[in-house]
């Protein structure tokens, strides 16, 4: 069955300190995957996309994520956190016959930045 | 703004009664796609529309649900006969091209419904 996992629903780290959300999907094919940014009573904010050139995509606001096929997983990193990343994050795919006409979402990361 | 438009921003309505919500896409993107955020849920597809083609409904929870898309822009959202169990964020996004484009879906800020 075809699936999205975030593998933590909540994250927190202090500010400056590296980040890491993890998420995993199943697919038999090689699908488009992204990761959105939600903050409070907002919708959600592209932060990055992959769909099958460089496994290193580089996103907005210093987020990067590399696809590794091997391990069927999409993490989401920053070298170092602001408060203004605390925030809900989706890891997200679409883009096979297996997803149809939609994006598939993860549970959601909810990540804490302390000062 | 150029960003996907919706309203109301919130709404609250009694059980029973029916209500509809509003999605404005950005211009030039022939996808049109509808969401429902809730806890426990989380976001689930409820709708999908690309350019004339037959909408895609598989995401509708019930016949109380259905949408619209006029002129191949504006859409609108109709829940009937409104339950508790509908209270949710409702999301819409539009998209340049459909959902095998591999083109990213931009988000409106959402409408809040609220059944008493």
């Known amino acids: 069955a075809q699936s999205v996992t975030q593998l933590d629903s909540h994250v927190s780290v202090s500010e400056g300190t590296p980040v890491l959300l993890r998420c995993n999907y199943s697919s038999s094919y090689s699908p488009s995957l992204f990761w959105y940014v939600q903050h409070p009573n907002k919708g959600l904010q592209l932060l990055l996309k992959y769909t099958s050139a460089a496994t290193l995509v580089k996103g907005i606001n210093g987020f990067e994520a590399e696809f590794k096929k091997s391990e069927t997983s999409f993490h989401l990193t920053k070298p170092s956190a602001h408060m203004s990343d605390a925030a809900e994050y989706f890891c997200?795919?679409?883009?096979?016959?297996?997803?149809?006409?939609?994006?598939?979402f993860g549970a959601g990361t909810i990540l804490r930045v302390k000062s | 703004g150029a960003g996907v438009s919706q309203s109301p921003s919130n709404k609250v309505t009694e059980k029973g009664k029916d209500v509809e919500l509003r999605c404005d896409p950005i211009?030039?993107?022939?996808?049109l796609y509808w969401y429902r955020q809730s806890l426990g849920q989380g976001l689930e597809f409820l709708i999908y529309f690309q350019g004339n083609s037959a909408p895609d409904k598989s995401g509708l929870p019930s016949d109380r649900f259905s949408a619209e898309r006029t002129g191949g822009s504006v859409s609108t959202l109709t829940i009937q006969r409104t339950q508790q169990e509908d209270s949710a964020v409702y999301l819409c996004?539009?998209?340049?091209?459909?959902?095998?484009?591999?083109?990213?879906?931009?988000f409106g800020d959402g409408t809040r419904l609220s059944i008493l």
């Open positions: 211009s030039g993107h022939t996808a």
């Open positions: 997200v795919v679409s883009g096979t016959e297996e997803y149809g006409n939609k994006l598939v």
């Open positions: 996004a539009s998209s340049l091209g459909g959902a095998f484009s591999n083109q990213p879906q931009h």
